[in-house]
């Protein structure tokens, strides 16, 4: 790990998988606005 | 009015002691992409349609670890499977349907061995077995007849897991014409989104993949190209753009063309 090198844009991702549970940094509150849009 | 569809989460299921038949794994790009987003109401209206019992887990979802790992990061992709499977076996899950090829993989394939065995579908397969058992008819909707669509093979799907026939038997439904590309199935092509490419700039070299493939895809001259992965849908259309034939030339999800033929979409 300590020598572990990634493109920054890679990185970034691994930091939304790790904080936000998903590659793009949306909060994972918003997870299912989805469905309320279903029946909007 | 439309008719109101509920999307039950598995802990609401639970709850008032049921169980879903079917936990549809929606995936992040099908939950947060507006376009994505798309694909996964149409999804949910065929299994609505059909009385699939099925249910999501909401907020309990999270990244399947597949970025990651494609990426290289061993560790925070079993830190992802770890939690998933913690969540997915506290409830008893037995069947997945995924909206997406890179869920499907690697809950089928890479899940088993941290402890998370599953029978898993991609969303094609289900609707495929759906037509085939008689409980999704054709009809009503938009008619396909004479339409030329060509597939595109995402990956994950294809190449990884050889499902090359539900999608294509699912959409010969349509009676349209189903033309083949000239790399199509085990000598398909990437569409320049997987293993992780989507979250990076594209390495040196003097053509896109997106751009590449989409003159596969145009080259057959079809009406549309249907794909069965949200990412394969964003770099196609993406590409489609790039030669400006967004006016002839449709990038829609196997699950959208369905649900538009048996007039499950809202008008």
Redesign the interface.
């Known amino acids: 790990m300590e020598e572990s090198k990634s493109p920054e844009s890679i990185t970034s991702m691994f930091n939304n998988v790790e904080n936000n549970g998903a590659p793009w940094a949306f909060p994972a509150a918003d997870r299912g606005k989805w469905i309320e849009e279903l029946n909007a | 009015m ?1 008719e ?2 509920n ?1 039950p ?1 598995v802990a609401q299921m639970v709850s008032a002691g049921e169980v879903p038949e079917i936990l549809f794994w ?1 995936g ?1 790009s ?3 992409d507006d376009r994505a ?1 798309k694909i ?2 149409a999804i ?1 209206r065929i299994l609505h349609h059909t009385g699939v019992k099925f249910a ?1 887990l ?2 309990e ?3 399947t ?1 597949d ?2 790992k494609r ?3 061993e ?2 992709f079993q ?2 499977a770890m939690q998933n499977i913690m969540v997915l076996n506290g409830y008893e899950i037995k069947k997945i349907v995924t909206g997406c090829p890179h869920c499907f993989n690697i809950l089928k394939n890479e899940y088993p061995e941290l402890g998370g065995n599953y029978e898993v579908m991609h969303h094609t397969q289900l609707i495929n077995d759906l037509i085939k058992e008689g409980k999704l008819a054709i009809k009503g909707g938009e008619s396909f007849k004479g339409r030329r669509i060509t597939f595109h093979d995402p990956c994950y799907l294809g190449r990884a897991n050889d499902v090359y026939e539900a999608p294509r038997e699912a959409l010969q439904a349509l009676d349209a014409e189903l033309v083949e590309m000239r790399r199509c199935k085990q000598k398909g092509l990437c569409c320049g989104a997987g293993g ?1 490419q ?4 594209a390495e040196p070299g003097n053509k896109e993949v997106n751009v590449e493939r989409t003159e596969d895809a145009l080259e057959v001259k079809p009406n549309v190209i249907a794909t069965g992965c949200p990412f394969c849908n964003t770099m196609m259309t993406d590409g489609v753009k790039n030669f400006e034939k967004e006016d002839s030339v449709e990038v829609m999800d196997v699950a959208e063309l369905i649900a538009e033929a048996a007039d499950l979409l809202p008008s």
């Open positions: 439309a109101h569809i999307v989460t929606v992040c099908g939950s947060f987003k996964t109401k949910v999501v909401g907020a979802e999270t990244c670890g970025p990651a990426a290289g990061n560790f925070l830190m992802q992780a989507m979250f990076k700039e």
